[in-house]
């Protein structure tokens, strides 16, 4: 992990959750805004629609662990949060989560996408994020997403460890990219029935508008476009949101050995993914 997330370690793994926070987990760029943007809209949409339109993503859902110089830290900008409930994200494997969610009961989202579009979203986000370390070349960067070397660790792992805390932990709904991509509104529908909430027509209506991918590209307030760290002159933070976008990325070489890879490291799971629909 990089220093913007572990400098301020000991402040968040002593974070107080109160038991109605929400947390969104995800292995980075792995449909994160996509999610915070639906629940902050079905939670916050009708009441106050002037917060989607005037306050960015990262305010309205901050980022946990973030602790970047002249900006406040994650932690921070929670403590200050009136809204209820809170809306936290964090990109954490499972084990570092703070014991408070566990310890409150917290209803947590882990949303998972396959390893092939993931591994080519993050090495496009790494490129123009200067937080994040330099991506390097393609051939480079699929070979240390293999070892687990990135920000965050292995995309095995993470979401290998979030599968398996799902099977004890019932306040998990653990959601794939590619579901999200197939069919919103059945996603939507789970995602209501697991907060229990009941959206009107109207209220469902504004979300899916609101969270189609050319909608939230086009929105400053989802896209980070304000955010002074991310040049999107080399890309942008919502490239394509497509499943099966790695097809123009990998060679036909690349793709046997990441198989191969692949297959190898989840033997030992009931996890699945699919890397098109």
């Known amino acids: 992990m990089t220093h913007y997330f572990t400098d301020n370690w000991d402040n968040v793994q002593n974070f107080q959750a109160k038991p109605d926070d929400i947390l969104i987990a995800t292995y980075p760029k792995a449909g994160t805004t996509w999610v915070s943007h639906m629940l902050d809209l079905l939670y916050f949409g009708k009441s106050s629609p002037e917060r989607a339109a005037s306050l960015p993503i990262y305010d309205r859902v901050p980022f946990l662990e973030i602790c970047v110089p002249s900006i406040p830290t994650g932690v921070e900008l929670i403590g200050k949060m009136t809204t209820s409930p809170r809306l936290i994200k964090t990109h954490f494997p499972v084990q570092f989560v703070p014991k408070s969610f566990w310890e409150q009961k917290c209803r947590v989202f882990y949303v998972a996408r396959n390893a092939k579009d993931n591994v080519v979203s993050y090495f496009h986000f790494d490129r123009m994020n200067s937080v994040q370390p330099e991506s390097g070349d393609w ?20 979401v290998k460890g979030w599968w398996e805390k799902k099977q004890s932990y019932p306040n998990l709904l653990y959601l794939h990219y590619e579901d999200l991509a197939e069919d919103i509104d059945r996603e939507l529908d789970r995602v209501c029935s697991f907060l229990g909430v009941r959206p009107t027509e109207e209220e469902r209506r504004q979300v899916i508008g609101g969270v189609g991918f050319d909608a939230m590209k086009k929105n400053s307030m989802a896209n980070y476009s304000t955010f002074e760290a991310m040049d999107f002159k080399i890309s942008p933070f919502m490239r394509k949101g497509k499943v099966g976008d790695w097809k123009n990325h990998f060679t036909v070489y690349q793709n046997e050995m990441f198989d191969k890879e692949y297959q190898e490291k989840m033997r030992n799971t009931t996890l699945r993914f699919r890397t098109e629909i």
């Open 139 to 158: 051939p480079s960067y699929l070979q240390r997403f293999h070892q687990g070397k990135m920000a965050f660790g292995s995309w095995y792992d993470h």
